[in-house]
């Protein structure tokens, strides 16, 4: 199977095979420009979209980069991917409406569509009485023209965050190297005599990392303001290393890219680079409080996702801008349950207290919810 982030990378294996000096930075920016949308408005038909795109960024007017070399390995790949999708067509029945055979659909690569926001109940509406305004004079028309809505007094002030990212960055006692626990060696000679051996201890190591988990559904659009302040400090670089990621509802086989959000990146990816001594998981959603009903689908997705990230992080915090009371009968009180303590509200005191505590020592094995 193919990689979905790695699309004609068989047309570039083929140009180096055929002569074509390229270098990966190269087939990167063909990457980034399939990514924004260039080189395939013309790929049902002759190709000649992505044949300019290519054209522009891998041939150069130099002996290394020959024109004629890429005219005709482009027309011979074009070639045999028309080949093989006429191979495939026979094999498909037609619908009684089709006059058309189908074209590349599926070829390119896919991205994973994103999962949209379940389906709250429907309620029956009820019309309520309609006051009618009579006798009084109508109110004087606003002018609303260059009118601008700026929050203020915010849950997190940029202070808050780069406080509790401090707190955070504890050192910590990990890694191959060793020193003399003098304290230990003393306790021990004296319980055990002289020649007793010396008790050595992992040296202090401040190495932390941040991973930030956005639930971008729309019930949180009316909350995303409070999280500015943690996003402009993970942009300018004053909360570092950190990395934002994010995902609907829930997180499920891929997360998206916070500039990119129709760019998918595997779950499975993220989990490889993190450290179980160093990432710090910090997940912004509602969590199911905005929902009477008990989601099943909801539910077993957030219990694989935990089961899945509890081995390779340090800490987590959880930040639900619903307040508690609001947490009663839904998804979000037994997850909060589950957590120990891990979800909080948006206030400041709680999250810088909950930065200050130490690491878990459970590894956050997460009993499934009942």
């Known amino acids: 199977m193919k990689r979905l982030d790695m699309p004609f990378l068989d047309l570039f294996e083929m140009l180096q095979s055929n002569g074509m000096t390229l270098s990966p930075e190269q087939y990167d920016l063909l990457r980034q420009a399939l990514a924004k949308g260039f080189g395939l408005e013309t790929w049902d038909r002759d190709w000649s979209d992505l044949r300019d795109l290519c054209r522009v960024l891998w041939v150069k007017p130099s002996s290394n980069y020959d024109e004629r070399i890429f005219e005709q390995t482009f027309s011979q790949y074009v070639q045999q991917k028309q080949r093989e999708i006429r191979a495939i067509q026979p094999r498909e029945t037609p619908g009684p409406s089709s006059s058309q055979p189908k074209t590349l659909e599926g070829r390119l690569p896919q991205v994973p569509p994103r999962r949209m926001p379940m389906k709250q109940p429907e309620t029956p ?48 006692r ?29 040296v202090l190591s401040k190495k932390a990392e941040l991973l930030v988990l956005v639930d971008d559904s729309n019930v949180m659009l009316p909350f995303a303001p409070a999280l500015h302040p943690l996003v402009n400090a993970i942009e300018e670089q004053r909360v570092t290393p950190a990395k934002l990621y994010r995902f609907t509802t829930y997180p499920d086989e891929y997360l998206y890219h916070w500039q990119q959000p129709t760019q998918a990146i595997p779950l499975a990816s993220v989990l490889a680079r993190m450290h179980p001594r160093r990432t710090i998981v910090m997940i912004w959603s509602e969590a199911g409080a905005t929902s009477r009903t008990l989601n099943a689908e909801h539910c077993s997705g957030l219990v694989q996702f935990l089961a899945r990230l509890s081995p390779c992080l340090r800490d987590l915090i959880w930040l639900n801008p619903l307040p508690p009371e609001r947490w009663t009968g839904t998804l979000a009180h037994d997850l909060a349950r589950q957590l120990d303590g891990r979800m909080i509200h948006l206030d400041a005191a709680q999250l810088l207290y909950l930065s200050k505590q130490p690491p878990s020592t459970d590894r956050f094995h997460l009993r499934v919810l009942s």
């Open 125 to 172: 509406q009820i019309q309520a009485p309609v006051a009618v305004k009579t006798g009084a004079a109508s109110l004087p028309e606003v002018d609303e023209t260059g009118f601008h809505l700026s929050p203020r007094n915010l849950p997190f002030d940029p202070r808050t965050v780069l406080d509790s990212w401090r707190f955070l960055q504890r050192p910590m």
């Open 174 to 202: 990990e890694g191959l190297e060793y020193e003399l626990d003098l304290d230990a060696t003393i306790n021990c000679i004296t319980r055990q005599g002289y020649f007793s051996d010396v008790v050595m201890r992992p």
